[in-house]
T-cell receptor
Framework: AQSVSQHNHHVILSEAASLELGCNYS??????LFWYVQYPGQHLQLLLK??????LVKGIKGFEAEFIKSKFSFNLRKPSVQWSDTAEYFC?????????FGKGTKLSVKP | DTEVTQTPKHLVMGMTNKKSLKCEQH?????MYWYKQKAKKPPELMFV???????INESVPSRFSPECPNSSLLNLHLHALQPEDSALYLC????????????????FGEGSRLTVL
C-alpha cells in the first residue's frame, strides 16, 4: 500500500532563507507525486507535480522539487522564502486511484 | 478561486439531524472525491466516484452516505453524526481516476466546515 512521509512537522525560517521540505513515499512502481499548499483559511492548491520525465520539476511561486527514485524521495525546495509562503505543505502520491497525503509540514516565515 | 464549488461553507447540526453537503464542478472531470480534514491533520480520503460509480469507500461509517447524481455533482448525506465527525469536508475532482494512470491533479474545493453538537 502507498504511504507518504513528511519528517518535518514545523519549520520556522526567516525571510530570504532557503527552504527544503522532505517527502518520502513507499510505493515501488510508477508514481504520481504532488506537492500541495494550504494557505491559512484557503483551499488546497497544487504547487507542482511529477509523473515522469525530468526529475527536477518546477512549480508555481518559485518552488521546485526533485524526484530521486533511489531514495524514494520528492523534496520541495525554494531558494528564498517570503513571509507570504507561510502555509501548510502536503506531499501526496496518487498512482493507485486515489491521493494519499503525508502528515504535512507547517512553514512559518518570520518577516 | 477554485473551480470546485462546495455548499454550505459552514454547517452546524445536532446528532439527530439529517443534512447534506454538496459539491459541483464544471471542468468535465470524471472522478470526484470526498476527503475529511481534522485540524492540523492531512486530508483523509473517504470516497471516490469514477464515472459516477463509487469506486473507493475507505471503510467510512454508514452515517455518511455519498451520492453522485451526475458527472458534475457530488453529495454527501449526513445522518446521526457524532461530535467527533466535526471537521472540514473537502470535495475534489480530477480528469481521471484509476489504478492504471493514477489520479492526475486533484482540484479541491474550499470545503464545508461541519460542527456536530
Amino acid at each position: 500500500a502507498q504511504s507518504v512521509s513528511q519528517h518535518n512537522h514545523h519549520v520556522i525560517l526567516s525571510e530570504a532563507a532557503s527552504l527544503e521540505l522532505g517527502c518520502n513515499y513507499s510505493y515501488g512502481g510508477t508514481v504520481n507525486l504532488f506537492w500541495y499548499v494550504q494557505y491559512p483559511g484557503q483551499h488546497l492548491q497544487l504547487l507542482l507535480k511529477y509523473f515522469s520525465g525530468d526529475p527536477l520539476v518546477k512549480g508555481i511561486k518559485g518552488f521546485e522539487a526533485e524526484f530521486i527514485k533511489s531514495k524514494f524521495s520528492f523534496n520541495l525546495r525554494k531558494p528564498s522564502v517570503q513571509w507570504s509562503d507561510t502555509a501548510e505543505y502536503f506531499c501526496a502520491e496518487g498512482s493507485q486511484g486515489n491521493l494519499i497525503f503525508g502528515k504535512g509540514t507547517k512553514l512559518s516565515v518570520k518577516p | 478561486d477554485t473551480e470546485v464549488t462546495q455548499t454550505p461553507k459552514h454547517l452546524v447540526m445536532g446528532m439527530t439531524n439529517k443534512k447534506s453537503l454538496k459539491c459541483e464542478q464544471h471542468m468535465g472531470h470524471r472522478a470526484m472525491y470526498w476527503y475529511k480534514q481534522k485540524a492540523k491533520k492531512p486530508p483523509e480520503l473517504m470516497f471516490v466516484y469514477s464515472y459516477e460509480k463509487l469506486s473507493i469507500n475507505e471503510s467510512v461509517p454508514s452515517r455518511f452516505s455519498p451520492e453522485c447524481p451526475n458527472s458534475s455533482l457530488l453529495n454527501l448525506h449526513l445522518h446521526a453524526l457524532q461530535p467527533e465527525d466535526s471537521a472540514l469536508y473537502l470535495c475534489a475532482s480530477s480528469r481521471n481516476s484509476g489504478r492504471v494512470r493514477g489520479t492526475g491533479e486533484l482540484f479541491f474545493g474550499e470545503g464545508s466546515r461541519l460542527t456536530v453538537l
